[in-house]
């Protein structure tokens, strides 16, 4: 019996280990973005450009937006993958590109923020 109890606990604990990216987590690590960047209703190029539908488009794509030579010409295209690494290092990831912004640490809330643009940003 206490085995079975002990088992069903961890049963029960297991789906919070395993969670799946959280878009309403991700949009709350977006407030480290919104100094430079808009999502949602009426978003439009800031010091960044806007990040609605972001997700799945080439980088560079936006034709109303000035990006860095680096970044037009990196082919990226905004994957899991991709974001994943920028969002960690953009340095990195593209050398040369003008987004002024060091990285997030915590590959958590890098997946949750990736989870939150994934939903177009809206
Ligand atoms: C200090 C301003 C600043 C901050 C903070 C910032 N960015 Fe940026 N971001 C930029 C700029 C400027 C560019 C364009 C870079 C270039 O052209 O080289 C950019 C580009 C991007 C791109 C590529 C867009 C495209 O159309 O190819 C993504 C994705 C992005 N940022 C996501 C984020 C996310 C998510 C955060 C928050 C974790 C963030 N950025 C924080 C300024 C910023």
Redesign the pocket.
Known sequence: MRKFVLAAALLAAMPVAAQAADAEAGKA??G??????QTGPGAKN??????DD?FG??????AD????????N?G?T?DEAN?HE??KD?KKK?P??????M??KDDA??DN??AF?KTGGK
């Open positions: 690590v977006f480290k973005c919104k100094a430079c960047h800031a010091v960044g450009p806007h990040l972001v488009r080439k980088a560079g794509a936006l937006f000035k990006y860095s030579d680096a970044l037009k990196s990226i905004w974001l920028w969002l953009p593209v040369g590109n003008k987004m002024v912004f990285g997030l809330d890098i923020l990736i643009l």
